[in-house]
């Protein structure tokens, strides 16, 4: 019989070209580039194209992978008018499942998956890709303005995934600044080999279920806050702290009552998150060029990493990509509750990667388990029943 290992850390649950991490080094490379590297040089589209296709895009590439995406912005009438009769409370995060899920509905053409061949169609893959990324942004920006009761704005096909979603936020067409620090948000936030969400992604696409499903499996995943939810806990607890002289002491007490930290600590890195050290620095331009509220929230953020690395570093605990991304994101004007939606607009590109390498060398998913249970046993009429089962 096999160990069991919970959480099934170290184990591998596949082989992938994708993305890696060196946990000692604090090293995240995607297809060989390292993460560094692609967000001083790309753009989210193009990262997307590397990670889909396995090599960066030429320009001519390029051009027509956003020429696609663009014309793909616009959310059908019909899912628009869905989202309309959800609750205005709830969660971005269910929305954008249910959305997802539901536009699949609109896209038939499953049968093309096959076990045997992986995909008869290849064009059905790449346009159901295209077509999901285009489609994230948009419905998580339109679901802020249905919520509150208005009308989302519409789409603007001449601008960038980063650019456009800022737009339909806000309503105004970002500044640069704003809009290439969305797309370092977007590229840092694309991939990272096999987390929970990819792997439920992975579970999904292996059954072939339709690409709707699997992303749609995968943000309902992403959503709990031990894994993507985690940055919207971050906001809320640096506002609790409330400035850097009550951190030490915050931070005793939740550790005397073996609770979490938001954004710190993480399975595969044991020193600082390279995502969480670019994200430092773009906060730390932006309070410099900003200042004002953030500087505060900012100032009590690096006294809890400097406490909690006093504290946890033995144990490899520091920040992850969702302890400074929060920030940024309210300084962006976008509300807490959105924060993990936006995780799942770029995790889409590195989802749907790995959905593709998975369908492309099939085997569907059936892991065992270590049974504890009765063995056997004879039924007990209901007359005879002494005892109530415990809840
Ligand atoms: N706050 C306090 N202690 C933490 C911690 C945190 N955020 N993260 C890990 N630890 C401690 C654990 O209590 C454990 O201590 P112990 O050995 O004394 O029992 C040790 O560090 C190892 O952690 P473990 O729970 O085994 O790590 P994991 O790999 O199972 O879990 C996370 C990883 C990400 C779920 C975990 O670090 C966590 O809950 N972090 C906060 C949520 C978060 O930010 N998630 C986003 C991840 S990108």
Known sequence: MSDFLPGLEGVPATKSAISFIDGEKGILSYRGYPLETLATNSTFEETTLLLLDGELPTKAALNRFSKQLRSSYRIKYHI???MRHFPHTGHPMDMLQTAVCSLGMFYPGTECLTDADSCKDIDYVRNMTVNIIAQMAPLVAM??????GYDPINPRDDLSVAENLLYMFTGKEPDSLMARIMDVCLILHAEHTLNASTFAALVAGSTLASPYSVISAAIGTLSGPLHGGANQRVVGMLQEIGSPDNVEAWVDKKL???EVIWGMGHREYKVKDPRATILHKLVTKLVEERGGSLDKMFATAMKLEEVCVDRLGHKGVYPNVDFYSGILYSEMGIPEDQFTALFAVARSAGWLAHWRE???NNR???PTQIYVGHEQ???IPMSERKKAPKQ
């Open 377 to 379: 046993r004879e039924y």
């Open 80 to 82: 628009r008018e869905m």
């Open 256 to 258: 005397a009552n073996k």
């Open 364 to 366: 569907i998913y059936r």
């Open 358 to 360: 998975q369908i492309s």
């Open 143 to 148: 679901w802020e303005h249905m919520r509150q």
